[in-house]
């Protein structure tokens, strides 16, 4: 396992694409600590920032400290693991692939932006645009898992195309603008939920959000796909509440601004 401890203290960001197993796997310590980030307007070694331990040969990545400041871990990567443990910058994840990426504190906006496979955990919050499309794209996450355990800003999910996103709360605009996928939230919901979505799948098993008027009521059922998502995230050790195994849920069908053909899902 590769171990780096950061130890900058600066206001600065540093963007740190480079720290992914694939850039650092097959690297002596000395070479990754020479390898470039950029901090400001500048390219600095990442050894001014991080000590650096270990080797990646195994896919294995720890990282330590307040990595607050620090954006882009993890971004782009295809395999192996990535462990934050504490809070995270912002875009951890963005584009990944594959592999796993886990951070044990809270995370800032964009998390697995426009990424396409793997998964992320985030164990406290994140901020907003979480699976989003980047500003000027039409198409935000196009595969792989997003679970956060807390609560997340505005716009989680825009213009997601595949994929799941599991999380405890949302702000505003919920799935806004979704073209496929789904989004499951356990607690608290913001304003206009699923404005703007084609097709896909949202789920709000905590609090009734207030609809658009522009959503239908289709019926009340038992949906057996929903029961198989929620096995597969107690599975990821995802807490689950034990009411949602059970309960009926209304099916809402909509937004009909758009192409209708997507659905909201809440308890009966």
């Known amino acids: 396992m590769l171990r780096l401890t950061y130890h900058g203290s600066t206001n600065i960001p540093v963007e740190a694409e480079c720290i992914t197993p694939d850039c650092l796997s097959g690297k002596s310590p000395q070479e990754i600590a020479q390898l470039p980030v950029q901090y400001g307007n500048v390219s600095v070694p990442l050894g001014e920032f991080f000590h650096v331990q270990g080797d990646a040969s195994d896919g294995q990545v720890l990282v330590e400290g307040d990595t607050s400041r ?10 192996g693991r990535l462990m934050v443990s504490g809070d995270v910058g912002m875009h951890v994840g963005a584009e990944m692939t594959g592999g796993e990426l886990i951070v044990q504190g809270n995370a800032g906006d964009w998390v697995g ?16 645009l979480v699976g989003a499309a980047y500003r000027g794209a039409h198409v935000g996450m196009r595969g792989g898992v997003i679970l956060i355990r807390g609560k997340a800003g505005n716009e989680v999910g825009a213009g997601m195309r595949r994929g799941l996103i599991a999380v405890g709360a949302v702000g ?20 206009r939920p ?17 609809l658009l008027p522009t959503f239908r009521l289709a ?9 198989l998502y929620l096995r ?27 192409l209708g053909k997507g659905e909201i899902l809440t308890p009966a």
Not at 70 to 79: T, Y
Not at 113 to 128: L, P, S, W
Not at 194 to 210: C, D, I, N, Y
């Open 194 to 210: 699923g404005a703007g979505m084609k097709r896909g799948t949202l789920v709000f098993a905590g609090e009734p959000p207030t």
């Open 232 to 258: 597969q995230l107690r599975a990821w050790n995802y807490p689950v509440p034990e009411r949602c195994f059970t309960s009926r849920w209304r099916r809402y069908s909509g937004d009909f601004v758009a």
């Open 113 to 128: 932006a426009e990424m396409r496979g793997g998964r992320i955990k985030v164990h406290g919050n994140a901020g907003h």
């Open 70 to 79: 620090v954006k882009l871990l993890g971004a782009g990567m295809s395999h």
């Open 219 to 227: 019926c009340v059922y038992e949906p057996l796909f929903l029961t």
């Open 172 to 191: 505003d605009f919920p799935g806004v603008s979704m073209i496929a996928g789904s989004l499951l939230v356990f607690g608290s919901v913001g304003l």
